[in-house]
């Protein structure tokens, strides 16, 4: 996963975004084309852990090129777009810490030379993205609702990066294929929270800002989400 600090892909060719993916899929007639591979949908928010997730399904023999989408909280609208084009499509999303995210979105912007505060100030900023971007539960609610719930499994990071086997398992049997015809990943470093290297009142301020989203997620969820405690 560019940027994110996990070593758990496989090399892969690059998927386009939301728009490409429905074309390749069909916007007209040929929607409902059964297709010989799976290829299901990846979705989350900037540096979730997307583009990781999907370097791991694009090593299996039965998927295509597997497409991590940006679930945008200011695009709603993506969610319907998806449920029409492409109907029964498998969709795994993907959650992260949310202080671990918005630090990592952090220093990808940094190295992209548009972020020059520091992340102390930076990411209690309410226009920023790191707030927004960290609010799981709101930025893939559109997806709850478009999607029927056999379509949907959401995948936490952490548990990832810390058993991509198993989780990977999970994941290979959601969206339909054997996942004893790929390859088995192996467990690397989990890198320690960046989080830790913040102030406490930092943590404590972003905690609060995204509190009763959390809180929303692990009722959605059914999951106290102990990795995020």
């Known amino acids: 996963m560019t940027g994110e600090g996990d070593r758990i892909r496989y090399p892969s060719s690059s998927a386009g975004p939301v728009r490409s993916a429905l074309l390749r899929r069909g916007t007209g007639a040929d929607v409902t084309t059964p297709s010989p591979v799976s290829a299901p949908f990846v979705i989350g928010t ?57 630090l990592a979105h952090w220093r990808h912007r940094v190295r992209a030379g548009v972020e020059e505060r520091p992340a102390p100030r930076a990411l209690l900023d309410p226009g920023s993205p790191y707030v927004a971007c960290s609010r799981h539960h709101e930025a893939l609610a559109p997806y709850r609702s478009s999607l029927a719930p056999e379509q949907q499994l959401v995948v936490v990071l952490e548990r990832l990066r810390a058993d991509p086997a198993a989780e990977l ?61």
């Open 46 to 102: 900037k540096r979730a852990g997307t583009t990781s997730l999907s370097s791991l399904l694009d090593a299996h023999p039965d998927i295509g090129t597997t497409t991590p989408c940006c679930a945008d909280p200011a695009r709603p609208d993506a969610a319907g777009r998806v449920a029409a084009a492409a109907p029964g499509v498998r969709v795994v999303m993907v959650v992260r810490d949310p202080l671990e995210r918005a």
């Open 169 to 229: 398992d999970r994941v290979l049997r959601h969206v339909g294929v054997d996942p004893s015809r790929g390859p088995v990943p192996r467990r690397t470093r989990v890198p320690a929270p960046a989080g830790s290297t913040l102030d406490a009142a930092t943590r404590a301020a972003f905690a609060d800002a995204v509190g009763d989203d959390v809180a929303a997620l692990r009722i959605w969820l059914d999951d106290a989400l102990p990795e995020w405690a």
